[in-house]
């Protein structure tokens, strides 16, 4: 099988940040919430709930169901269920999978990881998703970081290409990962919450820039593979940046999970215009999570009843954000919408990630995705 390109879609890389009208039709106003298809890429949901998927038909919203991480020891557990949620709901669900780290030393690694993805790819997986482990978790023998383009890994990213699929990375920590704790940063409650992941003051830790240079290794190294990085490529807070690596790199893309408020606080007009200029390379994604597998005890009606209203809320106010104009109130503070262009909606919401991950090929069901 021949792997994607994204190359023919690269725009001309002399085109400035502006690509201008033949994008608005004349007199055109927003589409209605429901009536664009919106395609998640970046979601967690291990449970078959009828009223989430009720509410998805319902807003027109189908997602992206992403296995990850690789150290936790519910591999299986995982792939069982996304493997349930697809073949009860191939529209809904296509699924990634990811690999067990836990082996990495092991001297069958390599051999045994690409058997478990061929065994993925032949249920369905359009992808596979590497997470935030690689580079700030893992070590080697000798208790070095290992960074997500270690030889190691060579291999495995090599025959995802071969196969065709998509490498879905989610590598770093947003750059306030390394800063002080500041309660005006979007990821300030994460970071007191979480401070295992919080690295400021933890020399031993890999920076961010050689995480994200690993990361960029990886795609000279495999020049053929699709790599999708997750939330914004982990340069939330450098549209510059993002749109470096975009020109630089013809198979990369981004999608936005979890980081539509950190496109708020940058100026709408140089939001606007990277997407203008990278209409076919951005993707939408909330990264919303239900892993109750994960739980001491099953999940209350009471509980699952938040998620979805969690859903459904942060839906509609990044649709509002994206396709909207004028000011708005978003994540308590005050914006201005996007107001792009439907051409650029319809791209951002459903033909990117169709066309990237093939999903036309895997809602027809497993049988047909192999």
């Not at 201008?20 to 004349?26: E, M, N, V």
């Not at 092991?106 to 249920?123: C, S």
């Not at 295992?196 to 053929?224: T, V």
């Not at 978003?330 to 990117?352: D, I, S, T």
Request: charged share 25%; glycine share 6%; with cysteine.
């Amino acid at each position: 099988m021949h792997p994607p390109t994204l190359r023919p879609l690269l725009l001309a890389g002399a085109a400035a940040l502006t690509l201008a009208s033949p994008l608005f039709a004349a007199g055109e106003t927003a589409p209605a919430f429901a009536e664009i298809l919106k395609i998640d890429a970046h979601s967690h949901v291990f449970e078959d709930i009828p009223e989430l998927n009720r509410l998805m038909r319902a807003v027109n919203v189908r997602t992206i169901n992403i296995c990850n991480n690789g150290t936790d020891g519910y591999l299986d557990t995982m792939h069982g269920i996304a493997l349930e949620q697809y073949r009860r709901h191939p529209d809904l669900f296509p699924f990634e999978a990811t690999f067990d780290l836990l082996r990495r030393d092991e001297p069958t690694y390599v051999q045994e990881v690409i058997a478990h993805l061929d065994r993925m790819f032949a249920q369905g997986a359009v992808g596979v998703k590497i997470w935030k482990e690689i580079g700030i978790d893992i070590k080697d023998r000798d208790g070095k970081f290992i960074l997500p383009d270690d030889p190691r890994f060579d291999p495995i990213y090599a025959h995802i290409a071969k196969r065709g699929k998509v490498l879905h990375a989610h590598l770093a920590e947003p750059i306030d990962a390394w800063l002080p704790l500041d309660p005006e940063s979007n990821h300030y409650h994460y970071y007191s919450a979480n401070p295992e992941w919080h690295l400021y003051g933890k020399p031993e830790y890999p920076s961010h820039a050689a995480i994200i240079a690993a990361r960029d290794n990886i795609m000279r190294k495999h020049p053929d593979l699709v790599v999708v990085g997750a939330h914004l490529g982990s340069l939330e807070h450098d549209l510059d940046g993002i749109a470096e690596r975009l020109a630089r790199y013809p198979n990369f893309a981004i999608e936005v999970s979890a980081r539509t408020r950190n496109l708020t606080r940058h100026p709408a007009e140089k939001v606007r215009a990277l997407f203008l200029k990278y209409p076919d390379r951005i993707m939408y994604g909330i990264d919303g999570s239900w892993k109750p597998y994960r739980l001491p005890t099953p999940p209350s009606e009471a509980q699952r009843q938040g998620y979805i209203n969690r859903l459904r809320l942060q839906y509609q106010n990044d649709f509002d954000y994206y396709a909207g104009s004028g000011r708005l109130t978003y994540a308590n503070r005050e914006v201005e919408a996007l107001n792009l262009p439907r051409a650029v909606l319809e791209q951002f919401y459903h033909r990117n990630a169709i066309r990237i991950f093939r999903l036309d090929k895997a809602w027809a069901g497993p049988a047909a995705a192999q």
